[in-house]
């Protein structure tokens, strides 16, 4: 992003995986893949409801509805299971509707941006790799911080490497974990049906607004504050 930042003085923080790649469903397999490798059966539903937050967090969650405890040495295999089923599925993976577009959008009018996701950057690359991001955007990952989602750490991180404070960051996210990370920023969030959460849902998480997807939030982006 060259040249002088816009007059609007915000920046957008972006999660990824279902935000800007349509990647949620391959996680959900990957992940029963690697869950049902260390003999822990659970429907893809409950699998989904869990995605967007970190490996840990889930694990911990998948350990409260099956009962069964998963030692450090299991939770290291699953995790890497699904490090390798998820790079299996990379091939489907695709960009949203609008979402190049709309960070076509902001980097020519120099809305500074970011990306924020839970994921470790040896998954994230896939979908990355499907993305043209312009010059200076960081990327921030599970690897950068202490804590991922629903901690606010990814999204802290983000608006630090941008020099935005975080009451001018508008957080885009299609999952409950990401706004949940966005009121503990104590920043504000966009909501994004992409991931599969419904609209009351993202809005019981504290998204200030809801849409399709990131071409729907590009037909609306006045709305959350953005003069182009």
Known sequence: MAGTRNANSMAFLFDLDGTLIDSVYQHVLAWREATQAAGIELPVWRIHRQIGMSGGLMLNALWRETGQPVSKKDAERIQ???AEAYAKQAPSLRVLPGAQEL???LAEHRVPHAIATSGRLQSARHALNLLRLHERVPV???DDV???KPDPDLFVAA???LKVPMSRCVIVGDSVWDLLAARRAFAL???L???GYGREELERAGAYRV????ADLLKHVDEVGVRL
């Open 80 to 82: 890497r299971v699904h």
């Open 103 to 105: 960070l076509d959008t």
């Open 140 to 142: 921030i990952t599970r």
């Open 193 to 195: 049906l992409s991931g």
């Open 146 to 148: 202490r804590f991922a």
């Open 159 to 161: 608006g630090k490497r």
């Open 189 to 191: 969030s966009v909501g």
């Open 211 to 214: 849409y399709q997807d990131p």
